[in-house]
């Protein structure tokens, strides 16, 4: 049996990748629960609550998540192909394709599309579970491991559900 890999995080990736994409699958779920019974008049309702984005409404929040699963599967597909980062452009870019794919959306396919997304990127986070201790750049960020990445993806998204959730409230 061949060993796991192992390397400066000193875990086994494939048990970490586990880790974060059932954190990431509890995070969707969570905003797929906030969204249902929800009216599509509600999609344009602006954020409340001390974690709402100034000026967003909830459906530039279902964007966020949507391209921050199209960004976390493009950072990986690269770092396994080793390429080690991207210029600001083109995240800008990856990030404009994959928010305007569901700004507009209705309620329905934009549940579906984000339990599509969320499914691609945990899935993703399975299959590149070696490359997680990567560094990756952005533009002229300092390099980042990948991990971090996943991370600090994962702490925002939980803080734009319970954004989502404290709009709902009554």
């Given at each position: ?22 954190d ?67 995240a ?14 209705r ?64």
């Amino acid at each position: 049996m061949i060993e796991p890999p192992h390397g400066p995080l000193g875990r086994d990736f494939n048990a970490l990748a586990g880790t974060l994409a059932r954190d990431l699958s509890e995070v969707r779920a969570g905003l797929i629960e906030a969204l249902d019974g929800v009216s599509e008049l509600w999609l344009q309702q602006m954020l409340r609550g001390d974690l709402a984005r100034d000026g967003w409404t909830v459906q530039h929040e279902a964007a966020h998540h949507a391209a921050d699963d199209a960004l976390l599967v493009a950072m990986l597909e690269h770092a396994a192909r080793g390429i080690e980062g991207w210029s600001a452009a083109e995240a800008r870019r990856l990030r404009g394709e994959a928010m305007h794919v569901v700004q507009r959306v209705r309620l329905t396919p934009l549940r579906e599309h984000l339990t599509a997304s969320g499914e691609r990127a945990a899935e993703g986070l399975r299959a590149h579970a070696a490359h997680l201790d990567r560094p990756f750049v952005v533009g002229d960020t300092a390099p980042r491991a990948i991990v971090e990445v996943v991370r600090e993806q994962a702490e925002r998204a939980r803080a734009g559900v319970d954004a989502v959730r404290a709009t709902f409230q009554r």
